[in-house]
């Protein structure tokens, strides 16, 4: 069915239907929960008094509301070394469905399509923000979705859901969803800036939703907008889904499985063979990945032991600091063929095979050109570029006031997780860091790093 529009206009943008479509649940889910939302009894997150009671009803809520979608699956929710993912429960072989979630069950932002598509329910404060601003943006839109839904008005289903299954506040490392004293952990300028300008935009656009959600957490806004910016598909162009059970699947490169939209509902379909007990994992990530700054700025968390993917920005001109990182005149490169030479076969056949990461994401964060004779002199211009380099790393390295060192053994004592989470992002950037300085000294110096 469909909810009368109650206001003048629901454009969500100048491409989205004015419309809000509501979806109506199966006949099974109404007379279960009733037509309007009700307080479920179930203990919720903000009333377990520890950890190992909200971990435990998170995995008890999954089994229930798993079962009241009807659907078969062959994954379950259990905690492991990161926190809750899904887990097969059979075996399964490359392109076989192992979870189908029904798009009414999910919240979805179509511009292409019908809009706006939610449970039929009362959804007050989604309203209200579209009354006031018709053109917020579909992350927002579903931020706000969320709040209503862990509020109770979006349905017992997703009250449940939220209070459950989604991400205490106190537990977000998202950067901006972390207070000034935790963001300065990071030792990290440009994430800091960007966090401080999310979360100045959260509170500008909906102010009314900027209250903390304790004294030393996060606001409600920024605790929503943290849940769809990390948890949320992209299903298509300008297709964006909050998909319940899914979104508990955690990131691994290669993936064990992907999602996708079909018909009127949204698959987890496995995309290599897979044994019982496996974890049912997704990429985050294009087939390249994503460094660790993007993914501490989306997700939360960064890839220890080395990311290939991870990058340092390098500047080349001291005196531009809008210059290009990997400027196209000789002067201001380094031979690839140098590096090749100093590191050695051996090295770099490992790094193909998928070893030394820090090594990896060290090379290609560097301004490099193709050619050149290793045996030749380093030229002064590139002897001079390297320095400039190695500065920038002695500044990562440096700046914080900390050593890595001293970092590792922080983090080790950390009680925090947020507080845990800035300090392996401030580690593993230092830590490539390091490598960039050795490999540069190398450089300079002509004579093989290892």
Same mark, same amino acid.
């Given at each position: 069915?469909?909810?009368? #529009?109650?206001?003048?206009?629901?454009?969500?943008?100048?491409?989205?239907?004015?419309?809000?479509?509501?979806?109506?649940?199966?006949?099974?889910?109404?007379?279960?929960?009733?037509?309007?939302?009700?307080?479920?009894?179930?203990?919720?997150?903000?009333?377990?008094?520890?950890?190992?009671?909200?971990?435990?009803?998170?995995?008890?809520?999954?089994?229930?509301?798993?079962?009241?979608?009807?659907?078969?699956?062959?994954?379950?929710?259990?905690?492991?070394?990161?926190?809750?993912?899904?887990?097969?429960?059979?075996?399964?072989?490359?392109?076989?469905?192992?979870?189908?979630?029904?798009?009414?069950?999910?919240?979805?932002?179509?511009?292409?399509?019908?809009?706006?598509?939610?449970?039929?329910?009362?959804?007050? !404060?989604?309203?209200?923000?579209? *009354?006031?601003?018709?053109?917020?943006?579909?992350?927002?839109?579903?931020?706000?979705?969320?709040?209503?839904?862990?509020?109770?008005?979006?349905?017992?289903?997703?009250?449940?859901?939220?209070?459950?299954?989604?991400?205490?506040?106190?537990?977000?490392?998202?950067?901006?969803?972390?207070?000034?004293?935790?963001?300065?952990?990071?030792?990290?300028?440009?994430?800091?800036?960007?966090?401080?300008?999310?979360?100045?935009?959260?509170?500008? $656009?909906?102010?009314?939703?900027?209250?903390?959600?304790?004294?030393?957490?996060?606001?409600?806004?920024?605790?929503?907008?943290?849940?769809?910016?990390?948890?949320?598909?992209?299903?298509?162009?300008?297709?964006?889904?909050?998909?319940?059970?899914?979104?508990?699947?955690?990131?691994?490169?290669?993936?064990?499985?992907?999602?996708?939209?079909?018909?009127?509902?949204?698959?987890?379909?496995?995309?290599?063979?897979?044994?019982?007990?496996?974890?049912?994992?997704?990429?985050?990530?294009?087939?390249?990945?994503?460094?660790?700054?993007?993914?501490?700025? *989306?997700?939360?968390?960064?890839?220890?032991?080395?990311?290939?993917?991870?990058?340092?920005?390098?500047?080349?001109?001291?005196?531009?600091?809008?210059?290009?990182?990997?400027?196209?005149?000789?002067?201001?490169?380094?031979?690839?063929?140098?590096?090749?030479?100093?590191?050695?076969?051996?090295?770099?056949?490992?790094?193909?095979?998928?070893?030394?990461?820090?090594?990896?994401?060290? #090379?290609?964060?560097?301004?490099?050109?193709?050619?050149?004779?290793?045996?030749?002199?380093?030229?002064?211009?590139?002897?001079?570029?390297?320095?400039?380099?190695?500065?920038?790393?002695?500044?990562?390295? *440096?700046?914080?006031?900390?050593?890595?060192?001293?970092?590792?053994?922080?983090?080790?004592?950390?009680?925090?997780?947020?507080?845990?989470?800035?300090?392996?992002?401030?580690?593993? !950037?230092?830590?490539?860091?390091?490598?960039?300085?050795?490999?540069?000294?190398?450089?300079?110096?002509?004579?093989? $790093?290892?």
């Amino acid at each position: 069915m469909r909810l009368p #529009i109650l206001v003048a206009a629901w454009n969500l943008s100048s491409h989205l239907t004015s419309r809000l479509q509501v979806h109506s649940l199966s006949r099974q889910h109404r007379e279960n929960h009733g037509s309007h939302p009700r307080k479920h009894h179930r203990r919720t997150s903000v009333e377990c008094t520890n950890a190992t009671d909200r971990a435990d009803g998170a995995l008890a809520a999954f089994r229930d509301l798993l079962e009241e979608i009807r659907e078969q699956s062959a994954v379950e929710m259990r905690r492991g070394h990161h926190g809750n993912g899904l887990y097969l429960t059979r075996s399964v072989i490359q392109g076989e469905v192992i979870m189908r979630v029904p798009m009414e069950y999910c919240l979805v932002v179509n511009y292409d399509g019908d809009g706006l598509s939610l449970p039929n329910f009362a959804w007050p !404060r989604l309203r209200e923000a579209v *009354q006031d601003n018709p053109e917020l943006p579909w992350d927002l839109l579903l931020a706000v979705a969320l709040l209503d839904a862990y509020a109770g008005d979006g349905g017992a289903f997703w009250q449940h859901y939220a209070r459950e299954l989604l991400p205490a506040p106190a537990s977000l490392s998202l950067p901006f969803c972390l207070p000034q004293d935790l963001l300065e952990e990071l030792q990290h300028e440009e994430v800091l800036v960007g966090a401080q300008k999310q979360q100045e935009r959260l509170t500008a $656009m909906l102010p009314q939703h900027a209250q903390p959600t304790s004294p030393s957490g996060c606001t409600w806004m920024q605790w929503a907008f943290a849940c769809v910016r990390s948890r949320v598909f992209q299903l298509g162009p300008g297709f964006y889904a909050f998909v319940p059970f899914m979104d508990m699947a955690n990131h691994a490169l290669p993936p064990v499985a992907a999602f996708r939209p079909h018909g009127n509902a949204v698959e987890l379909v496995a995309i290599a063979d897979a044994t019982e007990g496996d974890e049912a994992t997704i990429s985050y990530a294009p087939l390249e990945g994503h460094s660790n700054q993007r993914l501490m700025q *989306q997700y939360g968390f960064v890839i220890e032991g080395g990311n290939p993917a991870d990058r340092l920005h390098f500047t080349t001109d001291q005196a531009d600091s809008d210059a290009p990182d990997r400027p196209s005149e000789p002067d201001e490169t380094l031979s690839l063929a140098r590096i090749e030479y100093l590191l050695g076969d051996q090295i770099f056949l490992g790094m193909m095979a998928g070893e030394h990461p820090y090594l990896t994401a060290a #090379i290609k964060s560097l301004p490099l050109r193709e050619g050149g004779n290793p045996g030749d002199p380093v030229p002064v211009q590139e002897r001079q570029l390297a320095e400039r380099l190695i500065s920038t790393c002695e500044e990562i390295l *440096q700046g914080g006031g900390t050593t890595l060192e001293e970092d590792c053994s922080s983090r080790d004592g950390a009680a925090d997780a947020r507080m845990a989470a800035a300090l392996t992002y401030r580690i593993e !950037r230092k830590a490539l860091a390091r490598t960039a300085h050795a490999l540069l000294t190398s450089y300079i110096a002509d004579r093989a $790093m290892l």
